[in-house]
């Protein structure tokens, strides 16, 4: 069964993995429903090298074995009442086929995922060789540039928010007031489950990335065509960024945002970086943003002058809502000639 069938397959998605396994990276949308947890896995993998395929087998069914109630609960209670799952382990081996076993031994119709996750890895590695109509919505920090993009998503254009699929919005500040990173594994994953995902006509948006989110690492593939896709310049005031930067991170705790503002010391300069952190200790989240910025508008320059093409448009923010600059990005999309030319929507 080819792999996007598998994936809008019928029944909850069950990975039997162990939870480590699980916390590197799964099918998003997948529960972990562990055969093993990561000692015992431990122990049945160290006995199946050292000793023999039998002692493993065994020492698997020792460990399960008063757990079999336990677990056909577990699979009953998953179904939700539709009596199907589908389920995955590693290689689509002896741990799902197991828990299919016992599926069926419950009168519960179960799909497996022929090759396990290791196939559905290959399936997301390809994904990102494929060519994708890359849109990039660029700008200087503070610009809102994310929140342009969900304006454009509840418009019904095809969006890929790796800044949200990372939980990371990309600078030493990124990661306050979010969730934990997931590994690169997982972001490659998530990346993946929604470029399939995109309808298949018109462009998809994002927003311009550096290699890396955060901790979590851009694919090489996708990132070589993030940089030949056409870019959307969004440009707001100094002073519209500043009160966006504030409305973000100005309520984070004064220590985290003393240690993300340390990190980027050398790069801010002494009497900068000395100048934002008295501004956070006396709260003055505007005056420590301005400091910050000269930095990161650097940044963006520098990188805006790497790529290989120009921006094909510049949108100017200034006063505008998300939503006023998601119906001008839509009626520019329609409009947009089969030659890219300079444009300037102000």
């Known amino acids: 069964m080819a792999m996007p069938a598998y994936l809008e397959g019928e029944g909850p998605l069950l990975d039997v993995r162990s939870p480590g396994e699980f916390s590197q990276g799964h099918i998003p949308g997948a529960i972990n429903l562990p055969l093993f947890s990561d000692e015992e896995r431990a122990a049945v993998g160290t006995a199946y090298k050292q000793q023999s395929r039998q002692t493993a087998v065994l020492l698997g069914l020792a460990i399960i074995g008063p757990r079999l109630e336990q677990l056909a609960q577990a699979l009953i209670s998953h179904s939700r009442g539709s009596g199907r799952l589908r389920l995955y382990c590693w290689r689509g081996g002896m741990r799902s086929a197991s828990m299919a076993w016992l599926a069926g031994t419950v009168d519960l119709d179960c799909q497996l995922l022929a090759g396990g996750y290791k196939a559905y890895r ?14 990039v919505l660029g700008g200087r920090t503070g610009g809102g540039k994310t929140d342009l993009l969900l304006a454009l998503q509840a418009r019904g254009v095809a969006v890929l928010d790796l800044e949200g699929l990372a939980h990371h919005r990309g600078s030493s500040f990124g990661g306050l007031g979010l969730p934990a990173q997931p590994s690169s594994e997982h972001f490659e994953n998530r990346i993946a489950d929604t470029l399939w995902r ?8 994002l927003e311009a990335e550096s290699a890396q989110v955060g901790r979590c690492r851009l694919p090489a593939a996708l990132w070589q065509q993030m940089q030949q896709a056409t870019v959307v310049e969004l440009q707001r005031p100094t002073r519209e960024r500043v009160q966006r930067l504030v409305a973000v991170y100005g309520a984070q705790p004064r220590e ?26 006396t709260g003055d989240m505007a005056t420590a943003c301005e400091q910050m910025l000269d930095y990161y508008d650097r940044c963006y320059d520098h990188e805006l002058a790497q790529r290989p093409r120009s921006p094909q448009l510049r949108l100017n923010g200034d006063g505008c809502s998300e939503a006023e600059l998601a119906d001008q990005l839509c009626q520019w999309q329609r409009t947009l000639s089969a030659e890219p030319s300079a444009v300037s929507l102000a």
Do not use: H, K, N, Y
């Open 122 to 135: 290959r399936w997301v590695l390809s994904q990102f060789e494929q060519p994708w109509p890359l849109m």
């Open 198 to 205: 995109c309808p298949d006509s018109g462009p998809i948006w």
């Open 256 to 281: 985290e945002l003393r240690s993300a503002t340390e990190r980027i010391a050398r790069r801010l300069g002494p009497q900068r970086t000395a100048l934002a952190l008295a501004a956070i200790e």
